[in-house]
Nanobody, 124 residues
């Protein structure tokens, strides 16, 4: 399984960015997908998560500004970030957990895969 994230960049305060993360491999389904971020000198934190059925969860600081969504057919998760603030500056990582894969005539599960990270910088 590989996760490929894209969409980061430099944006002014109040601006928007959309992150994407596509999972590839012999994937049947992915139970949980999410976005984490890590700012310099800080621990990695969960930003938003979404289940296969579309149930979402957000950290308080991004509620009302960020929206997580997914396309199960494409094994892709998105993070729409609006009204960005300087404190949103961080490296953003996508995560996929409890992945159902197939191999010939059977299926199996793998857990906790990470994308390579994409830098988001909010600055004037």
């Amino acid at each position: 399984v590989q996760l490929q994230a894209s969409g980061g960049g430099l944006v002014q305060p109040g601006g928007s960015l959309r992150l994407s993360c596509a999972a590839s491999g012999s994937i049947l389904s992915i139970n949980f997908m999410g976005w984490y971020r890590q700012a310099p000198g800080k621990q990695r934190e969960l930003v938003a998560a979404i289940t296969y059925g579309g149930k979402t969860n957000y950290t308080d600081s991004v509620k009302g500004r960020f929206t997580i969504s997914r396309d199960n057919a494409k094994n892709t998760v998105y993070l729409q970030m609006n009204n960005l603030k300087p404190e949103d500056t961080a490296v953003y990582y996508c995560n996929a957990d409890r992945i159902r894969l197939y191999s010939g005539s059977y299926y199996y599960y793998e857990y906790d895969y990470w994308g390579q990270g994409t830098q988001v910088t909010v600055s004037s």
